[in-house]
């Protein structure tokens, strides 16, 4: 048992099937973001019973959303690629998580300056930490990626 988990620990098979499911589900939450702004998209009326703002503001809002989402399902993507590929596309984590900061900045700033709700700037701080633990782990990922090819290893 214990030649299996020095194995797979030296293969990084486990690290590549965590860095997987993460970026999986960042690309997951990326495409809910397209579909609820599609959502808007197609009925701004509907958002702005729900917000202080007009159906053109709201169709703006849900263009700049689904651009961002749409950078970080793409982003996730070639992240993933990367980990299986071991390629640079692994650096796809660090658009993730730049994409995940600016939609949390915005989400803040739009809660607070332009609806003048604060508990809306919650969901800008949820994307905050998303951000957070990409970076995080992508940075620990491709360090120990790193180490293993200065080692002959990778």
Do not use: C
Not at 48 to 66: D, G, K, N, W, Y
Not at 131 to 140: E, P
């Amino acid at each position: 048992m214990q030649a299996i988990r020095s194995r797979l620990a030296r293969s990084g098979l486990v690290a590549r099937l965590f860095a997987t499911l993460l970026f999986g589900a960042f690309i997951y939450l990326g495409a809910n973001g397209i579909s609820d702004a599609a959502a808007i998209l197609v009925n701004p009326v509907a958002s702005t019973s729900l917000l202080p703002i007009s159906a053109e503001s709201a169709q703006t809002r849900a263009v700049a959303l689904m651009a961002i989402n749409l950078v970080i399902v793409l982003s996730g993507a070639a992240a993933i690629l990367g980990v299986w590929q071991r390629t640079r596309l692994l650096y796809g984590w660090v658009v993730v998580a730049l994409m995940y900061a600016a939609l949390g900045g915005y989400q803040i700033a739009s809660a607070l300056m332009e609806f003048h709700r604060p508990e809306f700037a919650v969901t800008g701080l949820a994307y905050v930490a998303l951000a957070a633990a990409a970076w995080s782990f992508g940075r620990r990922f491709t360090r120990s990626a790193a180490d293993k090819v200065r080692a002959g290893r990778g």
